[in-house]
């Protein structure tokens, strides 16, 4: 079983950036897909970015894509979500997420989450 941690939020201004890291542990981490989601208030958690075990595939919602850029390190455990050109709509709890594949963490189906961490854009 996999175990997630994320850290790495905080409060920012309108086009700020922020980097969110997510700490693996357990011994199938290194055969997951990670993936971040977020849940802004009195709303239902939406996907935001997702990459495969060894990084060949990475997919993003249309609403991030070209400002957040998802990252893994397999050695030290770690997957990072940087977000740049920050909005006040990207305000929420960023959960980090895991599954046997990329298909599946993005659905849901059976992921591991995250306890999140709080991301606040103000205008």
């Known amino acids: 079983q996999v175990q997630l941690v994320e850290s790495g939020g905080g409060l920012v201004q309108t086009g700020g950036s922020l980097s969110l890291s997510c700490a693996a542990s357990g011994h199938t981490f290194r055969r997951n897909a990670m993936a971040w989601f977020r849940q802004a208030p009195g709303k239902e958690r939406e996907f935001v970015a997702a990459?495969?075990?060894?990084?060949?595939?990475?997919d993003y919602a249309d609403s991030v894509q070209g400002r957040f850029t998802v990252s893994r390190d397999i050695a030290k455990n770690t997957v990072t979500l940087q977000m740049n050109s920050l909005k006040p709509e990207d305000t929420g709890v960023y959960y980090c997420a895991a599954d046997s594949t990329i298909e599946r963490v993005k659905l849901s189906l059976g992921n591991v989450w995250g306890q999140g961490t709080q991301v606040t854009v103000s205008s």
């Open positions: 990459i495969t075990w060894i990084g060949s595939r990475i």
